[in-house]
């Protein structure tokens, strides 16, 4: 199973690749090695904080060896399973009987507890919600030392608060879900070149109505009156008659051996890679049948890509802007991008159709946009003027991505939603037992 | 094929119970804790293992409880083809500090490892045999292949374990008896959690994947990951004045 590269001895880092002092213990037995840590981790897909251990209980576990299938029911895809099972192996195992995850992310090197801890979302949230959603029941082992279900009729704020709850409400163990049945393994795709960042918005809600996976890929070096110009992505799963007969072969995954040197991915090179890919798309509009990897997982074919970011590593800045707000706040979010001479490797825009289940899901109705961003100097600034700007519109940030806020933007843009979430965790652990480098940071957990 | 697996929950036999059931073979289960073996005959059910898992109760420790473990996997696999083979992955590790300041300790591991797994491969031998013929796999140890002062203690139970399982290969393959030896070198599982891990340290897939054409082809032994295989070539041949000198 494709697991996370080595780490230098004593250092643990996110998918980011900033690092903090810490280490982990990998078992089979999670309600053995659970006991007494302040976190457990998966595949480390988080891109900042959120899988690190604190300065005062810097070892995590590692949940990626428990990893059994404890039940599979073929007649209602009902799925029970170990929360360090990956949806790689998932999707390995129930992909060819016609199975599939109901909501994905952009990999699939995420653990289930993982799926769950960000309640993470994809390309069909505004169809489908969140994973979180499509869960049923957890087994956790919560600040105390108990091991318990709950789902949610049972310990319902407990569960409610796990969904996107970032790991810190008890240690997940155990994951129930419900599957998806697919029509066939393959993936029809329509995409779109899109002008400006406003069409690009009335495009995504429009597609929408027909589309249960959409998704756009906006270039954010153009300014002026093409900024946000990209490419608008649908899809949806091919019917048996419009399908090839043959399962897809999934593709080699090339790995990236070395780091690149940190100006590899300079304002140059991130230019000309989002002009390259605006232009491949040379026809203004595509349709045709697609891997189902490559269509979820594009990233994915290049193992430890974000070696290619080097060795300082990279932020992903994901928001979402009420619609509320307007169109016009995304323009400005990258106008703020823009203007401070920041440039995005790989800029991503979706729609979000509904609030997500969790206490603190990120999803809700909007539009979102993921910025993948070079650590430079004046990074921690330009994550300022990006969060004041989403503030303003009165959006939020995915924690799952974060490594840069600060504690007073991110209590400000949840001063709505934090106080129930931190009654759940006094409830179940007045003395935060259970804590990451990330809760340390924006909640302000005893270090 | 019909396998029954003495050590399937965990490790190495995790990964190889997975390989055989996604290619649709017959498993039974035998261990030490029932829930256990009930999780992980649930996951080889949902990877496509052919028909239900079976699990029985046993315990490396009771050697009186082999017999009607080994049974009740024959009894299952009375009419969907008859028992085939017989893997086992269990067995007690421990370093060799552990083991000099824990005379318990050593006592339990040199019982289980060769004495008791010794006992288990007689009552599963005569099973197979019985059958017609199969093939019996055992995980023994590269840590047997010569004495070597960071493995004494486990060493020396891999060793004799190593040349009963020969010498049973030799004395049985004309009667259709094909007995795999296993010799894997240092894998990353929880046996190995927390200990440094030397050059050519593997996975479990991949060496459940070596270990399984080995079963398949019914080769004597197996190194596993592959480069131990050269590695455990040259060791061999070391004149005994260089093993004293070296320090792994």
Same mark, same amino acid.
């Given at each position: 199973?494709?697991?996370?590269?080595r780490?230098a001895?004593?250092t643990?880092e996110?998918?980011?690749?900033?690092?903090?002092?810490?280490?982990?213990?990998r078992?089979e037995?999670?309600?053995?090695?659970?006991?007494?840590?302040?976190?457990?981790?998966?595949?480390?897909?988080s891109?900042?904080?959120a899988s690190?251990?604190?300065?005062?209980?810097?070892?995590?576990?590692?949940?990626?060896?428990?990893?059994?299938?404890?039940a599979f029911?073929?007649?209602?895809?009902? *799925?029970?399973?170990?929360?360090?099972?990956s949806?790689?192996?998932?999707?390995?195992?129930?992909m060819?009987?016609?199975?599939?995850?109901?909501?994905?992310p952009g990999t699939?090197?995420?653990?289930?507890?993982?799926?769950?801890?960000?309640?993470?979302?994809?390309k069909n949230?505004?169809?489908?919600?969140?994973?979180?959603d499509?869960?049923?029941?957890l087994?956790?082992r919560?600040a105390?030392?108990?091991v318990?279900?709950?789902?949610?009729?049972?310990?319902?704020?407990?569960?409610?608060?796990?969904l996107?709850?970032?790991?810190?409400?008890?240690?997940?163990?155990?994951?129930?879900?419900?599957?998806?049945?697919?029509?066939?393994?393959?993936i029809?795709?329509?995409?779109?070149?899109?002008?400006d960042?406003?069409?690009?918005?009335?495009?995504?809600?429009?597609?929408?109505?027909?589309?249960p996976?959409t998704?756009?890929?906006?270039?954010?070096t153009?300014?002026?009156?093409?900024l946000?110009?990209?490419?608008?992505?649908?899809?949806?799963?091919?019917?048996?008659?419009?399908?090839?007969?043959?399962?897809?072969?999934?593709t080699?995954?090339a790995?990236?051996?070395?780091d690149l040197?940190g100006?590899?991915?300079g304002?140059?090179?991130?230019?000309?890679?989002?002009?390259?890919?605006?232009w491949?798309?040379?026809?203004?509009?595509?349709?045709?049948?697609?891997?189902?990897?490559?269509?979820?997982?594009?990233?994915d074919a290049?193992?430890?890509w974000n070696?290619?970011?080097?060795?300082?590593?990279?932020?992903q800045?994901?928001c979402v802007l009420?619609?509320e707000?307007?169109?016009?706040?995304?323009?400005?979010?990258?106008?703020?991008?823009?203007?401070?001479?920041?440039a995005?490797?790989?800029?991503?825009?979706?729609?979000?159709?509904r609030?997500?289940?969790?206490?603190?899901s990120?999803?809700?109705?909007?539009?979102?946009?993921?910025?993948?961003?070079?650590?430079?100097?004046?990074?921690?600034?330009l994550?300022?003027?990006?969060?004041?700007?989403?503030?303003?519109?009165?959006?939020?940030?995915?924690?799952?991505?974060?490594?840069?806020?600060?504690?007073?933007?991110?209590?400000?843009m949840?001063?709505?939603r934090?106080?129930a979430?931190?009654?759940?965790r006094?409830?179940w652990?007045?003395?935060?037992?259970?804590?990451?480098?990330?809760?340390?940071?924006?909640?302000?957990?005893?270090? | 094929?019909?396998?029954?697996?003495?050590?399937?929950?965990?490790?190495m036999?995790?990964?190889?119970?997975?390989?055989?059931?996604?290619?649709?073979?017959?498993?039974?289960?035998?261990?030490?804790?029932?829930?256990?073996?009930?999780?992980?005959?649930?996951?080889?059910?949902?990877?496509?293992?052919?028909?239900?898992?079976?699990?029985?109760r046993?315990?490396?420790?009771?050697?009186?409880?082999?017999?009607?473990?080994?049974?009740a996997?024959?009894d299952?696999?009375a009419?969907a083809?008859?028992?085939g083979?017989?893997v086992?992955?269990?067995?007690?590790f421990?370093?060799?500090?552990?083991?000099?300041?824990?005379?318990?300790?050593?006592?339990r591991?040199l019982?289980?490892?060769?004495?008791?797994?010794v006992?288990?491969?007689?009552?599963?031998?005569?099973?197979l045999?019985?059958a017609?013929?199969?093939? *019996?796999?055992v995980?023994?140890?590269v840590?047997g292949e010569?004495g070597?002062?960071?493995?004494v203690?486990?060493?020396a139970?891999?060793?004799?374990?190593?040349?009963?399982?020969e010498?049973?290969?030799?004395?049985?393959r004309?009667?259709?008896?094909?007995?795999?030896?296993?010799?894997?070198?240092?894998?990353?599982?929880?046996?190995t959690?927390?200990?440094?891990?030397?050059?050519f340290?593997?996975?479990?897939?991949?060496?459940?994947a070596?270990?399984?054409?080995?079963?398949?082809?019914g080769?004597p032994?197996v190194y596993?990951?592959?480069?131990?295989?050269?590695?455990?070539?040259v060791?061999?041949?070391l004149?005994?004045?260089v093993?004293?000198?070296?320090?792994?």
């Amino acid at each position: 199973m494709p697991g996370v590269r080595r780490k230098a001895r004593g250092t643990l880092e996110g998918w980011g690749r900033q690092s903090v002092a810490g280490s982990e213990v990998r078992s089979e037995d999670l309600v053995r090695a659970t006991r007494d840590a302040p976190l457990s981790r998966g595949l480390g897909r988080s891109y900042g904080d959120a899988s690190l251990p604190p300065p005062g209980a810097p070892r995590a576990v590692n949940t990626t060896r428990a990893d059994r299938i404890l039940a599979f029911d073929e007649r209602t895809g009902r *799925l029970r399973a170990e929360a360090g099972l990956s949806l790689f192996e998932l999707n390995r195992v129930l992909m060819p009987r016609g199975w599939f995850t109901p909501v994905t992310p952009g990999t699939q090197f995420v653990t289930l507890g993982g799926m769950v801890a960000a309640d993470i979302h994809g390309k069909n949230q505004h169809a489908a919600g969140d994973f979180g959603d499509h869960v049923t029941a957890l087994r956790m082992r919560v600040a105390d030392g108990r091991v318990l279900e709950c789902r949610p009729t049972l310990e319902p704020e407990l569960f409610a608060a796990t969904l996107g709850g970032m790991g810190l409400t008890g240690h997940i163990l155990e994951v129930e879900a419900q599957w998806e049945r697919i029509p066939s393994p393959w993936i029809h795709q329509y995409s779109r070149r899109i002008d400006d960042l406003d069409a690009f918005q009335q495009a995504l809600v429009d597609a929408a109505a027909d589309w249960p996976f959409t998704v756009g890929w906006i270039d954010s070096t153009t300014r002026g009156a093409h900024l946000g110009r990209g490419v608008l992505m649908c899809g949806r799963w091919a019917e048996p008659s419009e399908a090839p007969a043959r399962f897809p072969r999934s593709t080699l995954r090339a790995r990236l051996p070395v780091d690149l040197p940190g100006w590899a991915l300079g304002r140059t090179s991130v230019r000309a890679f989002n002009e390259l890919y605006y232009w491949r798309h040379w026809r203004r509009e595509a349709e045709g049948l697609v891997r189902p990897e490559a269509f979820f997982y594009p990233l994915d074919a290049l193992r430890d890509w974000n070696r290619a970011y080097g060795p300082r590593g990279f932020t992903q800045y994901q928001c979402v802007l009420p619609h509320e707000a307007g169109p016009s706040s995304a323009r400005r979010l990258m106008e703020v991008l823009t203007s401070r001479g920041g440039a995005s490797f790989l800029t991503v825009i979706k729609d979000f159709g509904r609030e997500g289940p969790g206490l603190l899901s990120f999803p809700r109705p909007g539009i979102t946009l993921a910025l993948d961003i070079p650590v430079r100097d004046d990074t921690q600034a330009l994550v300022d003027a990006l969060n004041e700007t989403v503030l303003d519109a009165g959006g939020r940030i995915y924690l799952a991505k974060d490594a840069f806020t600060r504690r007073e933007h991110f209590r400000a843009m949840e001063a709505e939603r934090l106080p129930a979430f931190e009654a759940v965790r006094d409830a179940w652990d007045p003395s935060r037992r259970l804590r990451s480098a990330l809760s340390v940071r924006l909640f302000g957990d005893p270090a | 094929m019909n396998v029954v697996f003495l050590g399937a929950t965990r490790g190495m036999g995790r990964a190889l119970a997975r390989q055989m059931a996604e290619r649709g073979d017959g498993l039974f289960l035998l261990g030490r804790a029932a829930d256990e073996l009930e999780r992980s005959a649930r996951d080889l059910d949902a990877r496509g293992a052919a028909g239900p898992v079976g699990t029985a109760r046993c315990d490396l420790e009771v050697p009186e409880g082999f017999g009607a473990a080994l049974d009740a996997a024959v009894d299952a696999f009375a009419g969907a083809g008859g028992l085939g083979v017989v893997v086992v992955t269990a067995g007690v590790f421990a370093t060799q500090d552990a083991l000099e300041d824990d005379p318990a300790l050593l006592e339990r591991m040199l019982r289980v490892n060769f004495a008791n797994t010794v006992l288990f491969c007689e009552a599963a031998r005569a099973r197979l045999l019985e059958a017609g013929g199969g093939t *019996l796999c055992v995980f023994s140890s590269v840590a047997g292949e010569r004495g070597r002062r960071t493995v004494v203690l486990y060493g020396a139970s891999k060793a004799g374990l190593s040349r009963y399982l020969e010498g049973l290969d030799h004395r049985y393959r004309g009667r259709g008896l094909r007995v795999v030896t296993v010799k894997p070198g240092f894998v990353r599982t929880d046996m190995t959690e927390g200990l440094d891990a030397p050059p050519f340290a593997g996975e479990p897939g991949p060496v459940a994947a070596r270990v399984l054409r080995a079963i398949d082809r019914g080769a004597p032994v197996v190194y596993a990951p592959a480069p131990w295989a050269a590695v455990m070539a040259v060791i061999r041949r070391l004149p005994r004045a260089v093993m004293r000198r070296v320090r792994f």
